[in-house]
Structure formats: structure tokens, C-alpha cells
């Protein structure tokens, strides 16, 4: 369902040099599947994820994702796409201060076609164990529940693919392989197909399929890629 060819992408530094980040020759990913994703700080994980969900446009090669070539679309039609078929958890949650949990939710559904469901997002967090603090607001929540907030608004519009950056990074060691369950669990429910950066060799072990970034990767690793990579 996602497949990717002769990815290019390179950043200008301060200076104007030119900074490579990723070149790919090709990597796939079947309907369903997960995959847990390794490498080193700053060998382009998290912009490799932004090219997989369409926030940043590769300099050249293909994107296709349920046989959609995303580097074709224009950015609004990117963004709608994204919305109705791709999930994303970002390490740092992103969720609107202003909102509730199940406001938060609920405003991920809005950008996709279609009414917001109101059942779905609270069959969701009730999923991630959120049932008593849907009306609260982000500051009111934990790390650990805060994540969960980002967890089930990534899952809102039933995306045919999850990209997660880092999910566990930020929380504490007590929580960490509950989120991990509640993504992999949930996207094996609903035939999600998974991505997952991350540092931890505990966290990479525990699935069948793991991907080396430098192996698949030919630019030169040892340098941080961008400041988005930074901490990735």
C-alpha cells in the first residue's frame, strides 16, 4: 500500500550549501503490515516521515500510497489526502492547548470529507482508557494521557496507514509498552498498516519486520540531517 522510488531530498544550509538527507532507491510496505524503524540521531528518520505523510515534498522520486502518487497533488488536495488516509503521532503530541481530548479528536475528523463522529472519537479514547477525561483539556492530562489524546486522533478517520515518531519517547518508562500495545493492537484491529521511529532496541525487537535508515539510505550518515531530524 505504500511504496516509495528514487526518493531525493536535500536541505540548504545557513551557508547555501546543499545538505543531502534521504536517498532511497525504493522501499514498500504491505496493507497491514508494521514495521519498527531505526537509526541514528539525525540520519533522516522524521523527514522521511513527513515524505511518507506528504508535509514535506521530496525533491524528486515517488510517493505512492494506495496506488496515489502524493508528490503529484497540489497541497491542498496533500493535505486532504493525508487527513482521510494517513495517521500520524508526533513525538510531541500537537494537540490544541484551547481543546479538549475530544475536541482534539473531533477537529482531526474535520479535515477529512464527511461529519465528525462523535462515537467513533469516543469509542477511541475510551480505547486508550481516556473515557474519564474526554472533556479534559491538554494541560489537565499527563504525558501518558496526553500521548493517548494523540493516539486516538491519529486513528480518527480510520487511516489506511500510521506513522508514529518516537510515540513512547516522551513518556514514562511505566506507560511506554502500554502505548506501544495500544498502536500496534489497534492498528492490527483495523488492518492499519504501521510505521514506528524509534531509539529503543526494546521497542524494535518486538517486531518481525525492522528497517535499518542507513541500510536503506544511501546518503552518508554522521551528520544531522535538519533541524526536523534534530531529535530523531
Not at 516522551?170 to 495500544?182: M, S
Amino acid at each position: 500500500m505504500l511504496y516509495l522510488k528514487d526518493i531525493k531530498k536535500t536541505f540548504v544550509q545557513p551557508d547555501g550549501s546543499p545538505l543531502p538527507v534521504l536517498d532511497i532507491p525504493e522501499f514498500r510496505v504491505a496493507a497491514g503490515e508494521q514495521i519498527g524503524m531505526v537509526g541514528r540521531s539525525g540520519c533522516g528518520k522524521t523527514t522521511l516521515l513527513h515524505v511518507i505523510a506528504g508535509i514535506s515534498r521530496p525533491d524528486s522520486g515517488k510517493v505512492r500510497i494506495d496506488d496515489w502518487d502524493i508528490t503529484l497533488m497540489p497541497e491542498a488536495e496533500r493535505d486532504r489526502f493525508r487527513a482521510e488516509r494517513i495517521g500520524y503521532v508526533f513525538q510531541t503530541f500537537n494537540l490544541l492547548a484551547a481543546f479538549t481530548a475530544l475536541e482534539n479528536v473531533l477537529l482531526s475528523m474535520r479535515f477529512a470529507r464527511g461529519r465528525p463522529d462523535k462515537n467513533r472519537a469516543r469509542q477511541l479514547l475510551t480505547r486508550v482508557g481516556l473515557s474519564h477525561r474526554m472533556t479534559h483539556r491538554p494541560e489537565q492530562l499527563s504525558v501518558g494521557e496526553q500521548q493517548r489524546v494523540a493516539v486516538a486522533r491519529a486513528l480518527a478517520n480510520k487511516p489506511h496507514l500510521l506513522l508514529a515518531d518516537e510515540p513512547t519517547a516522551n513518556v514514562d518508562a511505566g506507560h511506554q509498552q502500554q502505548i506501544l500495545d495500544l498502536i500496534r493492537d489497534t492498528c492490527r484491529e483495523e488492518n492499519v498498516a504501521l510505521i514506528i521511529v524509534t531509539h529503543s532496541d526494546d521497542v524494535a525487537s518486538q517486531f518481525a519486520r525492522v528497517d535499518h535508515l542507513e541500510k536503506i539510505n544511501r546518503v552518508t550518515p554522521g551528520v544531522i540531517a535538519s533541524p526536523e531530524d534534530a531529535e530523531a
